[in-house]
């Protein structure tokens, strides 16, 4: 393990270098903007709730900078791609296709539907859903029935296909539109971690008929907990901003709601922050790029395999990968690491493993288990005073 003690002392060397002496997080945010006018604001004018101008602001920069049509903020993403999987019209006792290495939240609001995951295969290079695997799923279990796609294992609909964009880096998002298009199934996109990452010059999360993105305090810019719901269909918009309000119908001072609606809307307290974290979303960008840059050279020095942006792709570089040798390896480096104060953690458990999910349909996922074992994050914050003092 010599090796790997080398290659450690490298690294921790560039990652000391970059983010200097003490504990270095995974990832946290930097408010360096108008964080705190924009609040203040919220609270001379009263209105901190559900009820706001930052709202409508935050949803408004939202849709500009990815090019989606519509955008509709949400209390967090999970709650944004539970709605937005209704909106596609899955329902309880559906199918959706999806990958088992996510986050634990996109299988959770599969089952807030009321419907069940079922998982295929990702590729090695981009960590997100794979379109061949899809394919060769779908083709080997899929029976058409009155024009809709049925899983004949199990007898249910395949209602809605939701791939994940991992750690920012697009996956084949447009083949895999295309082969859901053939089998009749709407793509519900989960760019929560991809804010600011475009495959062909198209932002994430606006291939399929709804994307949906996050907010949290970890991902790329936070809103303290916030989501958005991303649309072309200006119908879907509307129905996802009723959806996420209660079902109210708009009415000066009676109180009537027309379905069963969720109480899912952001605070305007926090959109507040949106409004300011956007403005600065583009520099960030930047230097997490310029950092991705330096994780790449520092592991090619070392011998590693640092995992890039996938071809035709631009990442946000959200959280820097790398793909260590063997199962042994990443555990010798995660201890080694975070016993120096480094945080570094390995990719998610996946999904066919956890008790909830371990009855549902997979492919094999030979590329996930391969991936499970060997992918650790490393540290991926904006440094402090890597930003330019605001002027604005
Ligand atoms: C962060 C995240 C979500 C949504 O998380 P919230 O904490 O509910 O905002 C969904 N899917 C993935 C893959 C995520 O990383």
């Known amino acids: 393990?010599?090796?790997?003690?080398?290659?450690?002392?490298?690294?921790?060397?560039?990652?000391?270098?970059?983010?200097?002496?003490?504990?270095?997080?995974l990832h946290r945010p930097v408010f360096d903007g108008h964080e705190r006018r924009y609040l203040i604001e919220c609270i001379d004018s009263n209105f901190v709730s559900s009820v706001g101008a930052k709202v409508t602001e935050f949803e408004a920069r939202v849709a500009a900078f990815t090019g989606a049509r519509h955008a509709v903020a949400t209390v967090n993403g999970t709650a944004a791609l539970h709605v937005a999987l209704e909106l596609a019209g899955v329902g309880p006792d559906d199918e959706v296709v999806t990958q088992a290495l996510t986050f634990i939240a996109t299988c959770n609001a599969i089952r807030y539907a009321g419907a069940w995951p079922v998982f295929v295969d990702v590729d090695r290079d981009t960590l997100g859903l794979s379109p061949q695997a899809l394919r060769a799923f779908l083709e080997r279990h899929v029976e058409v029935r009155d024009g809709r796609p049925y899983n004949r294992a199990s007898g249910r609909r395949l209602a809605a296909c939701v791939p994940m964009h991992t750690f920012g880096h697009p996956c084949r998002i447009a083949e895999i539109v295309a082969v859901c298009d053939e089998f009749g199934i709407p793509v519900v996109e989960d760019a929560a971690e991809s804010l600011g990452s475009t495959a062909g010059g198209r932002h994430t999360g606006t291939f399929g008929r709804l994307g949906t993105s996050s907010f949290n305090g970890n991902k790329i810019i936070t809103t303290g907990g916030g989501g958005m719901i991303l649309t072309d269909d200006e119908a879907l918009a509307r129905r996802a901003k009723h959806l996420t309000t209660t079902a109210k119908i708009p009415h000066p001072y009676e109180f009537v709601h027309d379905e069963v609606g969720y109480n899912y809307r952001l605070p305007n307290l926090n959109a507040a922050l949106g409004c300011a974290q956007m403005e600065r979303l583009p520099e960030m960008l930047e230097v997490k790029a310029g950092i991705a840059a330096r994780y790449a050279a520092v592991l090619a020095e070392i011998g590693w395999d640092y995992i890039p942006a996938p071809a035709g792709t631009v990442s946000n570089h959200w959280l820097n990968a790398v793909r260590l040798a063997s199962p042994a390896e990443r555990?010798?480096?995660?201890?080694?690491?975070?016993?120096?104060?480094?945080?570094?953690?390995?990719?998610?458990?996946?999904?066919?493993?956890?008790?909830?999910?371990?009855?549902?349909?997979?492919?094999?996922?030979?590329?996930?288990?391969?991936?499970?074992?060997?992918?650790v994050n490393l540290p991926s914050s904006v440094p402090d005073g890597a930003l330019a003092p605001w002027a604005g």
């Open 1 to 25: 393990m010599s090796d790997m003690a080398t290659g450690i002392r490298a690294l921790v060397g560039e990652i000391r270098a970059i983010y200097g002496d003490g504990p270095v997080p």
């Open 331 to 375: 555990e010798a480096f995660l201890r080694e690491t975070n016993a120096q104060g480094v945080m570094t953690r390995p990719i998610w458990r996946l999904m066919n493993r956890l008790p909830m999910y371990a009855d549902c349909q997979h492919d094999g996922l030979a590329n996930a288990i391969w991936l499970e074992e060997r992918v």
